[in-house]
Antibody, heavy 122, light 110 residues
Framework: QVQLQESGPGLVKPSETLSLTCTVS????????WSWIRQPAGKGLEWIGR???????KYNPSLNSRVTMSVDTSKNQFSLTLNSVTAADTAVYYC????????????????WGTGTTVTVSS | QSALTQPASVSGSPGQSITISCTGT?????????VSWYQQHPDKAPKVMIF???NRPSGVSNRFSGSKSGNTASLTISGLQAEDEADYYC??????????FGTGTKVTVL
């Protein structure tokens, strides 16, 4: 079955750039929408944005100016960069797949990675 | 976009039914039937329990059910069990083609 795995530095300095990659195994990345979601410790989920396999993106307006997502179909990976980070960006970051069944598009996340913790600190 | 509003906590005894509300606006919950619910146990990734307001993915117990009225969606857990103790989040697609999550509800089984 499809599995997602986040990877990237666990520690990022303030004002620098956070970069994470999500590797998809067990299925092709093509023809799906993929999302990033984060969760600060003890707090709720926040949707960061989504990317389609053709590179089309949509971001949370509150993060729009700092977020970039990209996709590498040859590696079956998609990535997140968040620049000018502060302590408020410290969180567990999840990647997730938005469900699709054939030509039918759905609007929920059906497969999630296990999450990776990113701490912003000097 | 503002987070959807959920009660911070809900509790119930084993075997009882509980309902969690999720209040949004006419730009998200109220306009689309694209509300989903996620269960999250401590230090685990969220798991979808309900999608498109009322539908259960394969493998999810039929003790979980969803509904919607106006700008408020609801998740009901019937026959509450110890394993249902977790955090629950609603989410909705929005008119700006984004997603928004709820504030989260901690369910305690007494």
């Amino acid at each position: 079955q499809v599995q997602l795995q986040e990877s990237g530095p666990g520690l990022v300095k303030p004002s620098e750039t956070l970069s994470l990659t999500c590797t998809v195994s067990g299925d092709s990345i093509n023809s799906y929408y993929w999302s990033w979601i984060r969760q600060p410790a003890g707090k709720g989920l926040e949707w960061i944005g989504r990317i389609y396999s053709n590179g089309n993106t949509k971001y949370n307006p509150s993060l729009n100016s700092r977020v970039t997502m990209s996709v590498d179909t040859s590696k079956n990976q998609f990535s997140l960069t968040l620049n000018s980070v502060t302590a408020a960006d410290t969180a567990v970051y999840y990647c997730a797949r938005i469900k699709r069944a054939g030509a039918i598009r759905y609007y929920y996340m059906d497969v999630w990675g296990t999450g990776t913790t990113v701490t912003v600190s000097s | 976009q503002s987070a959807l509003t959920q009660p911070a906590s809900v509790s119930g005894s084993p075997g009882q039914s509980i309902t969690i509300s999720c209040t949004g606006t006419s730009s998200d919950v109220g306009i689309y039937n694209f509300v989903s619910w996620y269960q999250q146990h401590p230090d685990k990734a969220p798991k979808v329990m309900i999608f498109d307001v009322t539908n259960r993915p394969s493998g999810v117990s039929n003790r979980f059910s969803g509904s919607k009225s106006g700008n408020t969606a609801s998740l009901t857990i019937s026959g509450l069990q110890a394993e249902d103790e977790a955090d629950y989040y609603c989410a909705s697609y929005t008119t700006t083609n984004t997603y928004v999550f709820g504030t989260g509800t901690k369910v305690t089984v007494l």
